[in-house]
């Protein structure tokens, strides 16, 4: 309030009050409330027949108040603000997928190596121990693809990515997932650079082209109609498998065959359990086509309608 | 579109204010009186109501410098929102019997039990 006086202590602890209390609102509603509190404030101080101290007790108990009002409603947040807020859950539970599916394959790789160690000869050779390795790997991969896929729609109805738009939502999708394997890669750091079959330069080569190319497939098969999408985008994820594993064998082994020689194919047996990583990328791809594709269904189905039981029609 | 809004006793006394004379409008120093609620409490719910639909407000149209004061915000129910307000009033256990003498007039004459609702 200004009044062209110096500020009485009251005055001075009734605007900071008033101050706090109207900072507490929405900005929207802040201009409005100030106006208004302002104007209940006059009428308080030129109350007739009051005493000065009665007045000024009055309006400091009415700031007072405000100030430490309870139960003021925010408003609803920005739209950008409302994605940050449902944003995480998805994408944390997108995340986890690879790190659950990671160790599973590494308790396969655990009992493989067991079996190994208890059943074969010790001076079995390298290439039956590989073997035995692709023997375990590959049904399990095949088990966990499959079971990623029933998760992949399961997870889609129950925790969707807040995107409306189809683009962003596989490119959220294999962002999630792409974090997890590096929150996995991560974790495995301190057990040993090969857990998962690669070297670390070879492992982010064989991730980044996985999920640079898949992402292009996915945007690509969007602008395919109909069923096609799937054809495209799920031979898009295998393409995106295929050469980011290509590729990073031939960073791994400069002096090798060049990556699109056939003769790399056979190499994918020599690097002892690198399986892992393919079999996981490989679980991630079906995990995310089916999730995509069981999100673009909920997306399409109909909103719950806002009033289940509308109030009857006089005939 | 109107909403529904929890009721609880503050709520009921500021809804039985307005119910006193629905057509009055009202300010925000008058229904803290009438309610017997401090501006902490009142605001709040003040603003609830507007926001679903129950209550309505509008500045009081003066000119300041010749009113020698600031306008003031007044308050009035809906029509949609009198209906929801006499349907909250009626539908609260009585807890206690209605008064047998005149509710004790506040600041426009309208007491909290002036609906004969008790809290």
Known sequence: MVTGRLPTPVQMVVDSALHLAVRRWPPSLRDELSREWAAELHMIAHEPRVIAAVRSWRSLAFTVSLACARGIEKEEPAEGRSLMRTMPRPMIGLALVPVVMGVLLAIVLIAATILQETYLDPVVSFSMEAFILQDMGSPAAVIAAVALGLLGRRRARRNPLPFPNPIARAVATVAGLLAGVLVLIGLTAPVGSDLLGYAYPMELVYLLTWAALFSMSLVVAHQVPGRLTWLVAGAGGLAAWYVGQTLAIAVASPHGPPPWSPAVAPLYMTFGNSWLMPSLLLGLTVFALTYLRASRVEASKPSPDPDPDPDPVAA | ?119
């Open chain 2, 1 to 119: 579109m109107v909403e529904d809004i929890r009721i609880t006793v503050p709520v009921a006394k500021v809804l039985a204010a307005f119910l006193a004379d629905p057509t009055e409008h009202r300010y925000g120093l008058e229904l803290m009186a009438e309610a017997e609620l401090a501006s902490g409490t009142l605001y709040p719910i003040l603003n609830r109501l507007q926001k679903a639909g129950w209550v309505e407000a509008h500045w009081e149209d003066i000119d300041p410098v010749k009113a020698g004061r600031p306008a003031r915000r007044y308050y009035q129910l809906t029509a949609e929102g009198v209906i929801r307000a006499q349907a909250a009033i009626a539908s609260l256990p009585r807890v206690a019997p209605a008064p047998t003498k005149p509710a004790r007039p506040a600041l426009g004459g309208a007491g909290m039990n002036a609906t004969g609702v008790a809290w």
